[in-house]
């Protein structure tokens, strides 16, 4: 029989709502889509009488005595628990402490950055910021103009030196100027590194201290 | 005991009368102060409070809970443990939807919790429940000849489906309630609704169950 083996309200059922719905037509004519129809209907009607009611007398006052329990046990627990974390606001405060002043100490622009000179050292240090090294260039700067001045006036000895303690001078200072070349060399890729930069200053300061014990020589 | 008994008639006759009050998705002002009043109830721990609660909602929940459940023992399991965590939970509840709504959704999770529980240890489970003396159920309100049918169909559906069939088609809640208590979009409610409903229709045909008529 045809109708028996009908599988259009399946095939509804399986797209959706709006598909059932409009099966109506269809099931006029078919016994099958119709029964099964009947039945999709009936399903949300019936559904109201699953509701359950029973006389539970014993629920509520267990719900209060569990719920008294869970009170107590809270409030016994919770000054207990209170002692046993106290040190932990202190500890963390400590720690927060701690944590800022190595913070301080490792990202403040100190002493170093303002002079680098002034204490030297050869570890890892962080990168200069943009307004220590613009402190650091001038420095520089104003080494190269004393030096440059200085040269002027030691120039012609030291092109000829006459005595032993000039010969050893004018090769201090042609070291020195190898070494500062280098440096320059290494600093144009690397700008704001903190520990070329304090070599360069120490080198300048160096020939310049150096120019300035010649420049005395020369005058006694 | 006392409390206990005049709370349940009073549960239940609310219960019967729950089409007037719960169904709407946006209570009159009244219904919004009590709530307000009985949240801070439930946060101070006032256990008269819970007392409001359960005799407003109490008879629904255990329905609700026996329907996605199959029990009634377990049903009331599910209630207490549901209050309890409403007492530990309202202090955090910033009332993103309705009480009312809130504590359904905590008992249908109450009741996903104990599936799995039960799904993990069937043997323990089902010695605890036949150790148990199952409450007498009363007669129920609108009767219906497929009533008995669907009530074993209903056991064997998806528990995500049988939960949008029995708070919408069963409670009579909104979709919008379903979809809260859920914690799925409306939408999702009315496809989980659909869904069940599809799949009842299979296992009642399934069942040789036609329409009008007992298996």
């Not at chain 1, 701690?98 to 204490?119: I, N, T």
């Not at chain 1, 200072?173 to 520990?195: C, K, V």
Request: aromatic share 6%; glycine share 6%; with cysteine.
């Amino acid at each position: 029989m045809s109708t028996s083996r009908c599988r259009r309200f399946e095939k509804a059922v399986s797209r959706g709502e709006e598909a059932v719905a409009a099966l109506e037509k269809h099931a006029a004519e078919c016994a099958n889509c119709r029964e099964s129809l009947r039945l999709w209907k009936e399903i949300p009607e019936a559904a109201p009488s699953l509701a359950k009611s029973w006389q539970s007398p014993h629920l509520f006052p267990g719900i209060a005595r569990a719920l008294a329990a869970e009170r107590a046990k809270a409030r016994d627990a919770s000054p207990a628990r209170r002692r046993r974390f106290a040190w932990v606001p202190a500890a963390a405060a400590a720690a927060l402490f701690v944590l800022s002043m190595v913070g301080l100490y490792v990202f403040k622009p100190g002493e170093s950055a303002r002079d680098p000179l002034a204490r030297p050292s050869f570890g890892k240090e962080p990168l200069l910021g943009d307004e220590t090294l613009k402190e650091v260039e001038t420095a520089e700067t104003n080494y190269l103009s004393s030096i440059e001045k200085l040269s002027v006036l030691a120039g012609p000895r030291m092109a000829n030196p006459d005595s032993a303690i000039l010969v050893g001078y004018r090769e201090k200072l042609q070291l020195l100027d190898s070494a500062i070349g280098d440096l320059r060399g290494q600093l144009e890729g690397n700008r704001f590194n903190t520990h070329l930069r304090k070599e360069l200053l120490a080198m300048y300061q160096e020939k310049k201290r150096t120019l300035e014990d010649v420049v005395k020589e020369v005058k006694s | 005991m006392h409390v206990g008994e005049s709370l349940e008639d009073r549960s239940r006759d609310h219960f019967f009368a729950k089409e007037g009050v719960l169904s709407e998705s946006d209570p009159p002002g009244d219904a919004q102060d009590e709530e307000a009043r009985l949240l801070e109830g439930c946060r101070a721990g006032d256990v008269s409070a819970f007392e409001r609660l359960y005799e407003l909602h109490g008879s629904r929940m255990k329905s609700v809970a026996a329907n996605l459940l199959g029990n009634v023992a377990d049903a009331e399991d599910a209630v207490q443990e549901s209050f309890l965590k409403i007492y530990r939970g309202a202090a955090a509840f910033r009332g993103a939807a309705r009480l009312s709504t809130w504590i359904y959704r905590v008992l249908v999770n109450t009741c996903y919790d104990l599936l799995r529980r039960r799904r993990r240890r069937p043997l323990e489970v089902d010695s605890e429940a036949a150790s148990r003396r199952e409450p007498e159920l009363a007669a129920p309100v609108s009767d219906h000849p497929l009533r008995l049918s669907l009530e074993v169909c209903v056991k064997d559906l998806d528990p995500r489906r049988r939960a949008a069939f029995v708070l919408f088609d069963v409670e009579g809640f909104t979709h919008r309630e379903v979809g809260d208590m859920l914690g799925v979009p409306e939408g999702t409610s009315r496809a989980l609704l659909f869904e069940a409903r599809r799949d009842l229709q299979r296992l009642l045909a399934r069942r040789g169950v036609v329409s009008g008529s007992r298996a």
